[in-house]
């Protein structure tokens, strides 16, 4: 070990004779640091993470340029439509007029436009539904209408030779859809009867008309209380001066139309308010669990060391090692993401481990009476080899990362790198220097609450002594725990790793339960829009599809077109009819509630029947139990709210009044609806492009109208792990092209699992190689090979014990922990091997290695309760717990095999432990 007492001697010469120089210099580069600092970003986007060449981040920047793919949704929620309607419309009016905000917004969708609907509304349904809404819509007073509407319920659905089946989601959303309409029609019909003098009855049958003609307009859950709008953005998400700058008014507009809204709930959530809040966390993750780290750092060395200013100097001296990281990202790397924002808590941990090493023994050897420069000489003489050695390797573990093909994590590895050269070269030149100048004033006092470190050398003696027992006892405790190494999984779901409670995740889980899909859509393009209604049409099909949205949805085939204008023609020759004057008399009103009745059969039917395809909890299922009650069977369970049966106690509780208020209605009820129903009859002509509403045109069209956007909304399920994955092994079967959240977040997760094995191999060999070079000796570098060994394989063991799963952040500990943990063993070695008595070493240099791993465990430890982001927070549970078995097989293994002496031959007997 000559061979680096010798550069020791020299550096520590070197210091004591320029060490105002060296304060000097380390400030001027302190002050360049916090300059270049200025300019690094902070990214969250998961295509940032992962290389260029990547099908699916190649596909996702294809479509941002094309497309205006980012969008914010506002979510609107209280038990009164009215109100939430009211807010909404507040809402759309403030974000298009209010100068601040206006400027950041491109289009805002609320609701289908009128005149859109006047004009198309019949031709956008399929031809055989324009065939039964002939039907239905022939005879247009009340009670005939109503009729007819159960006639086609039960020719579709629910009668002996039904047409139709309920086979997808898409078919899904429809019933939904025509099971509200229904819900809304008897509850203002059941309103109008109990309220009368609550506007006209000409305003009571214009807006019963348009719910029956024409449906809602607007995004609302099925049971009608969550109402969404879409606001697309004039730039895109990668735009990072742009979005910081509409936050904050757009933050102001929210918090001003909340107030203005107290009784109805409003969210926000989207990629543009998800990247936002994410990278408030992730800057949150890089200072706050650092800070708290410092904090507890400070109180240990506090009870740990005589001098509280070389404490103090220590913790200076490491912060300004990581702020000359700082600077070097500053100027190479310019960004940090969501792996590399950790590397401050990170740096903490591990370079505080040099500066326990300096300080431990440079005041235990001032304690014996030394003058500062000798004690200082001495320090490096015995300690400087196993801090260079150690920081070379750890910094090694970090920059054989670079070779990863892994942006994310080559980029970790020349961060966390850089970092602890920067912490190594802080501690081993800057500490000294500011020990020498400031701690030399330090007067000796003996507190009497310092923590006693001298039990380390009888454990150590200990554990030689019962050597065998204790290499026992390591062994079989790998071995049991290699059995539950082996059931480890990775978990690849983004949706559980990002931040749990911003505003963003808390609405966007809400809209996950109403809607029962995921907002994080994916996407692809088609060249033309027969491509893109034949990929529309396959994947509507999926079962784990909620939705798509593409221009097909507008434009249908031109053989479709033709039909659809064929039954529009015949709508045309034989148009609705009525009669100006509807009387009821008890056989009508009969007639009438027998209808309402037959209607609550058919949506018990239709109910039952969407089980056999959809499941139990579907939301055609949930949407008859709201508006009815929980049926079983012939069991009844939880009431509902009884649409159908109140309005029949309404019609039966005055009957000559019901009867009288319904001719009333129906006398302005049946032109209100053949006025809605006229212009909709008019259409001669296929839509075209042209025709489309701008606000869905700028979303699904290019801007250079070659390229046509599929948005694919998933289903609530895929926040399960395996509906995740058959989500996206589905959606590449279909077409390669799928991008979105889900697939990147896949491809990322598994690029880190495979990059991260192949970075603990290159770790491996490389700080073998090293250490072999350095002890100059095969066996102690074999047993350092083995104490890592074991320390991986219960690391690894204890994950599936703890509920902890490893994941696209965790799976690095693997090549972090290679690099850390040799650290502790080349401390205790190296000593060994000069001191020859474990006890001697394990009281000089196991205080620090103690320190050391407490030290780091407090880093790594405030990122795993502290951490704001679930994946960093998960990566500090990883990292700490492969710490903590490092540590305890230190001082425990390590003393344990030194029971052996013929393993590392024999060391110097004569030293400073044995006087």
Known sequence: ????????????????????????????????????????????????????????????????????????????????????????????????????????????????????????????????????????????????????????????????????????????????????????????????????????????????????????????????????????????????DRLLSMMPEFRRVFGEITRRHPGVRIGYTGDLTREFDEQAALSFDLLVPSLIALLLILILFVLSFQQIRAVLLALISLVVGILFDVGIIGITLRELNILTTSFAVILIGLGIDFAIHVISNFTDY?????????????????????????????AIAFFMLMFSDSRAISQFGFIAGCGILTCLASTLILLPALLLVFGAKQNQTNRTYIIDYRFLGSLGGFCRKRRIPVLAASIIVAALLAVSAAGNRVEYNIENLTVTDSPSSITENRIREKFNLSPQASMTTAASIGEARDLSDTLK??????????????????????????????????????RKEYRYDNEGLDNLVYEIQRLEWNMIEIGDLSVANLGEENMILKKRNSIIREIFGAEVGRPGREVFQKLINTLEADRNRSMRLLERLDTHFAPAMLKLLQPMMQTVRPMEIRDIPESYSRELISRDGKQFLISIQPTEAVAREAEFMSFDRRMAEINPAITGTVQMAIDWTREMVTESRRASVYVFTAILLLLLLTFRKLLPTLIAALFLLISLVIMFGLFPILGIRLNLMSVLALPMIIGMGIDYAVHIIHRYMLEGDIETTMTWSGKAVLLSGVTTGFGFGSLALF?????????????????????????????????????FGRGNQNTIGRQ
């Open 366 to 394: 001032r304690g014996r009476g030394m003058d500062e420069e000798d004690a200082m000489t001495e320090t490096f003489k015995k300690a400087g080899g196993s801090i260079l050695i150690g920081g070379i390797t750890t």
């Open 541 to 578: 099909q999926e079962f784990l599809v909620a939705r798509v949205s593409s221009v097909a949805d507008f434009i249908p085939s031109p053989g479709e077109s033709q039909e659809r204008l064929k039954e529009l023609s015949l709508f045309r020759q034989d148009p609705p009819g009525y």
């Open 1 to 240: 070990m000559a061979l680096l007492q010798r550069p020791g001697e020299i550096l520590t010469l070197q210091i004591i004779r320029k060490k105002w120089w060296i304060i000097g210099v380390s400030a001027a580069l302190l002050l360049f640091s916090l300059f270049f600092s200025q300019r690094i970003l902070i990214r969250t986007q998961l295509k940032d993470l992962l290389p260029e060449s990547n099908q699916r981040v190649t596909s996702y920047n294809r479509i941002s340029e094309l497309f205006s793919t980012s969008s914010i949704i506002l979510s609107f929620e209280g038990d009164s439509r009215t109100e939430i309607l009211r807010a909404a419309r507040d809402a759309r009016d403030y974000l298009e007029h209010d100068p601040g905000i206006s400027p950041f917004i491109e289009t805002i969708q609320l609701e289908l436009p009128g005149d859109f609907i006047e004009r198309w509304g019949l031709y956008m349904q399929k031809a055989d539904d324009i065939r039964r809404s002939r039907d239905m819509f022939s005879r247009l007073n009340l009670l005939p209408f109503i009729e007819a509407l159960n006639d086609n319920l039960e020719a579709s659905y629910t009668g002996d030779s039904a047409e139709e089946e309920i086979l997808t989601n898409q078919d899904e959303w429809e019933m939904v859809g025509t099971m509200s309409n229904m819900e809304r029609a008897l509850l203002l019909l059941r309103d109008y009867l109990e309220n009368p003098d609550t506007g006209t009855p000409a305003e009571r049958a214009e807006e019963l008309a348009a719910i029956l003609a024409i449906g809602d307009t607007y995004t609302f859950d099925p049971e009608g209380t969550m109402l969404l709008m879409t606001l697309v953005p004039s730039f895109s998400i990668s735009d990072y």
């Open 867 to 903: 951490g704001s982001m679930a994946a960093v927070s998960s990566f500090g549970e990883a990292l700490f717990i492969g710490v903590m078995v490092c540590l305890v097989l230190t001082l425990t293994f390590l003393p344990a095999v030194s029971g052996f002496p013929a393993l």
